[in-house]
């Protein structure tokens, strides 16, 4: 080797290290940063000299900055943050329908009732007080005013969850044209040589930001771009073209679709992880269950206790008519006591016959127990207890299964911080090894220097 080559690789020799300083220092810095993959500096020697049949390498050169992942860990964090995603949302509607129907305090439905009945039941005892039939008037007032309560949050509770459905899709939107022009920037730099390490850490945290929102599946590219699909594979984005979700305001609920492919097709039922996809269940399938249910108790009530009193008669001796009032449409946000009733109490058919005998208000009361709904297998409050129960259930269910995902994805988030994760001890070794490669090469400079320096001496004194 000659001295003008070894000064070649001393120089090479300190390129290299500077890098690798570089990269260590960038790593250093981003230890704290989300999403960033550890980076090292993949180095190989070149060139080389024959010597007697043998090879002396002569210089050394950065191959390329390779990023430390594993994809399949990778597209595990994407997966869990669906499920996160989803989970975390169910259990907040479903937590928010329980304190709507909260009966963990007087005043809940369940207590509102038994009122009811025993204002029944005292003015079966004199059914002509004025004060028991302001009793039954003000508890039957107080159960339907609950009644009404519940399904208008229950109306609320869902058009909340419309807004943020719509929010959701233009976050999705917004998403995707990033991931779009991500991809461009990957292709470009890809195609000029560069490191595209930076941009697919972003791209990565991109997706999984994405699959929070909403369910998906994604595809690598050849060229480190990605292509996006919903679950039934409806594009989102592929490579460098991204498609938009829009959300069709159906008055009671937001269909949604895609823009340009197949604009016609409804995704809710297609859209089943991810936030978006709890809140379209929530949407069309668990809060009108749970309007279902009301109303059915809501007209069962009414229609129990309708037709007892029809049967009775009034403190003046007239047949009595019906004792609530509601729409088909919506029972439980309609019924309320009938308005004639409400403004002349004597209207309250209490006797079962003209003789104020107080025996059609005990039929009434006895309805407390009377086996009228599910086929005749539970009682009014048998069947609203169950619903309360229900709802606790789900409460229960989901809160345990969000539990679930977050040890699932602690441990994922563990394993990838493993492998591309910055620990500054690691980095600390690294860097004192470029420290003492830099320092090696620029003390080859100086004793080359010196050999020069001798070589030219000798030249002179010859």
Same mark, same amino acid.
């Given at each position: 080797?000659?001295?003008?080559?070894?000064?070649?690789?001393?120089?090479?020799?300190?390129?290299?290290?500077?890098?690798?300083?570089?990269?260590?220092?960038?790593?250093?810095?981003?230890?704290?940063?989300?999403?960033?993959?550890?980076?090292?500096?993949?180095?190989?020697?070149?060139?080389?000299?024959?010597?007697?049949?043998?090879?002396?390498?002569?210089?050394?050169?950065?191959?390329?900055?390779?990023?430390?992942?594993?994809?399949?860990?990778?597209?595990?964090?994407?997966?869990?943050?669906?499920?996160?995603?989803?989970?975390?949302?169910?259990?907040?509607?479903?937590?928010?329908?329980?304190?709507?129907?909260?009966?963990?305090?007087?005043?809940?439905?369940?207590?509102?009732?038994?009122?009811?009945?025993?204002?029944?039941?005292?003015?079966?005892?004199?059914?002509?007080?004025?004060?028991?039939?302001?009793?039954?008037?003000?508890?039957?007032?107080?159960?339907?005013?609950?009644?009404?309560?519940?399904?208008?949050?229950?109306?609320?509770?869902?058009?909340?969850?419309?807004?943020?459905?719509?929010?959701?899709?233009?976050?999705?939107?917004?998403?995707?044209?990033?991931?779009?022009?991500?991809?461009?920037?990957?292709?470009?730099?890809?195609?000029?040589?560069?490191?595209?390490?930076?941009?697919?850490?972003?791209?990565?945290?991109?997706?999984?930001?994405?699959?929070?929102?909403?369910?998906?599946?994604?595809?690598?590219?050849?060229?480190?771009?990605?292509?996006?699909?919903?679950?039934?594979?409806?594009?989102?984005?592929?490579?460098?073209?991204?498609?938009?979700?829009?959300? *069709?305001?159906?008055?009671?609920?937001?269909?949604?679709?895609?823009?340009?492919?197949?604009?016609?097709?409804?995704?809710?039922?297609?859209?089943? *992880?991810?936030?978006?996809?709890?809140?379209?269940?929530?949407?069309?399938?668990?809060?009108?269950?749970?309007?279902?249910?009301?109303?059915?108790?809501?007209?069962?009530?009414?229609?129990?206790?309708?037709?007892?009193?029809?049967?009775?008669?009034?403190?003046?001796?007239?047949?009595?008519?019906?004792?609530?009032?509601?729409?088909?449409?919506?029972?439980?946000?309609?019924?309320?006591?009938?308005?004639?009733?409400?403004?002349?109490?004597?209207?309250?058919?209490?006797?079962?016959?003209?003789?104020?005998?107080?025996?059609?208000?005990?039929?009434?009361?006895?309805?407390?127990?009377?086996?009228?709904?599910?086929?005749?297998?539970?009682?009014?409050?048998?069947?609203?207890?169950?619903?309360?129960?229900?709802?606790?259930?789900?409460?229960?269910?989901?809160?345990?299964?969000?539990?679930?995902?977050?040890?699932?994805?602690?441990?994922?988030?563990?394993?990838?911080?493993?492998?591309?994760?910055?620990?500054?001890?690691?980095?600390?070794?690294?860097?004192?090894?470029?420290?003492?490669?830099?320092?090696?090469?620029?003390?080859?400079?100086?004793?080359?220097?010196?050999?020069?320096?001798?070589?030219?001496?000798?030249?002179?004194?010859?």
């Amino acid at each position: 080797m000659s001295i003008s080559s070894l000064l070649y690789v001393a120089r090479d020799a300190l390129g290299v290290s500077q890098v690798g300083i570089d990269v260590t220092g960038s790593n250093i810095a981003n230890v704290n940063t989300s999403g960033y993959s550890r980076q090292r500096a993949v180095i190989n020697s070149t060139g080389g000299d024959y010597v007697k049949g043998m090879v002396f390498q002569a210089s050394v050169s950065v191959d390329r900055i390779q990023r430390l992942y594993d994809r399949y860990l990778e597209g595990q964090m994407i997966t869990q943050k669906q499920n996160i995603g989803y989970s975390s949302t169910l259990n907040d509607r479903l937590s928010s329908i329980e304190s709507i129907m909260n009966e963990a305090q007087t005043g809940g439905l369940n207590d509102l009732l038994n009122k009811f009945w025993s204002a029944w039941e005292n003015l079966s005892a004199n059914p002509t007080g004025p004060v028991e039939r302001d009793s039954v008037a003000a508890m039957a007032e107080s159960v339907a005013t609950k009644l009404n309560s519940f399904a208008g949050d229950l109306i609320r509770l869902k058009g909340d969850i419309k807004t943020s459905i719509r929010d959701i899709v233009t976050s999705v939107n917004s998403m995707t044209a990033e991931i779009r022009n991500l991809n461009e920037r990957i292709a470009e730099t890809g195609v000029k040589g560069g490191e595209t390490n930076i941009l697919s850490d972003k791209l990565v945290g991109l997706l999984g930001d994405l699959g929070e929102s909403i369910g998906i599946t994604w595809n690598e590219n050849n060229d480190g771009t990605v292509s996006v699909f919903l679950q039934n594979g409806v594009p989102l984005v592929e490579r460098l073209v991204s498609y938009d979700l829009q959300a *069709k305001d159906l008055s009671d609920r937001i269909v949604v679709s895609s823009v340009k492919v197949n604009p016609d097709e409804e995704l809710n039922t297609v859209i089943s *992880k991810g936030k978006l996809g709890a809140l379209l269940e929530c949407q069309d399938e668990i809060i009108p269950q749970y309007q279902k249910l009301l109303n059915n108790f809501a007209s069962s009530l009414a229609d129990a206790v309708n037709k007892v009193h029809r049967q009775g008669f009034d403190i003046n001796g007239n047949a009595g008519g019906d004792f609530f009032v509601y729409s088909s449409s919506n029972p439980s946000m309609t019924i309320r006591l009938n308005p004639d009733i409400a403004s002349d109490l004597r209207l309250i058919a209490a006797s079962s016959t003209v003789n104020r005998d107080g025996e059609n208000a005990a039929q009434i009361a006895a309805l407390k127990d009377a086996l009228i709904m599910e086929n005749g297998s539970a009682t009014l409050n048998s069947y609203y207890a169950a619903i309360i129960g229900r709802i606790g259930r789900e409460v229960a269910d989901s809160s345990k299964d969000l539990e679930h995902q977050n040890v699932v994805l602690t441990n994922v988030t563990s394993r990838r911080e493993s492998v591309s994760g910055v620990s500054i001890d690691e980095e600390m070794i690294e860097l004192m090894k470029y420290q003492m490669s830099y320092a090696a090469a620029g003390r080859l400079i100086s004793v080359t220097n010196e050999i020069l320096d001798i070589l030219m001496n000798l030249g002179v004194n010859s």
